[in-house]
């Protein structure tokens, strides 16, 4: 089935407010979803998005749960092994590895924190495995900074959009800092992850009922439902 062309100009504002609405039967990305079970911690923030990584967030907020309701902070964590910890996060996706690093920063946030770790942004990314996805997402939930996060929904449905044109995540990132309302920093990645999951999919996205179908040009997309 063909659709009819978009009949109005892309607008961020209208977009967002009709994503939100879009997306409230569906579950929360993990991290916020952590966030309004009681783990907001930068540390705790910091390590679950750790475990998310090249993991569903089916498996990985039941994972962080495990991991938290065995060893809550910092200073418990850092009195496990690696092989404790790994026991507790298996099967998220190179667990063996997580673990390792889950330690080291339990470690760090213990001796140089105190128990926690800071919001800043340098401590968040001086650490193996964190690059700027998960450091945002900790900063942006944890400590209320205004930060954008982009995983590959963020990435794939802001570009259909045309909202930006760029090929990596690292790019969209730049260019949404750069263009996106700074009051939808940290909410664009809780509103796109549900969203690019079970509207706008990576293959056959449901554009006939999507709520954006009068604006968006659909950039990319060969089929659809």
């Known amino acids: 089935m063909d659709l009819p062309p978009p009949s109005r100009p892309f607008d961020i504002d209208v977009a967002m407010a009709r994503v939100a609405e879009a997306v409230r039967p569906y579950p929360k990305a993990a991290m916020f979803a952590l966030a309004d079970r009681g783990y907001r911690s930068p540390f ?12 569903r967030d089916e498996e990985s907020l039941p994972l962080s749960e495990r991991l938290f309701a065995a060893a809550p902070d910092a200073r418990a964590i850092a009195t496990l092994s690696p092989e404790e910890i790994d026991a507790l996060i298996t099967p998220s996706t190179f667990h063996e590895r997580k673990a390792h690093q889950i330690l080291a920063i339990a470690r760090r946030a213990v001796d140089a924190f105190g128990g926690d770790l800071p919001c800043d942004d340098a401590v968040m990314r001086s650490f193996a495995g964190v690059g700027p996805k998960c450091a945002n997402l900790a900063l942006g939930i944890a400590c209320g900074q205004p930060r954008i996060s982009v995983d590959i929904h963020v990435h794939r449905v802001t570009n259909r959009w045309g909202y930006v044109r760029t090929a990596t995540p690292e790019q969209t990132m730049a260019a949404l ?3 996106l309302p700074e009051r939808y920093w940290v909410a664009i990645n809780a509103l796109l992850v549900p969203f690019g999951k079970h509207i706008c999919t990576g293959t056959a996205p449901r554009c006939s009922t999507c709520p ?6 659909r950039i990319g997309v060969t089929s659809h439902r």
């Not at 705790?44 to 993991?55: G, W, Y």
């Not at 954006?212 to 040009?217: G, I, Q, S, T, V």
């Open 44 to 55: 705790q923030q910091l390590v679950a998005c750790i475990i998310s990584i090249r993991t």
């Open 177 to 179: 800092e750069a263009k």
């Open 212 to 217: 954006l179908l009068d604006m968006c040009p």
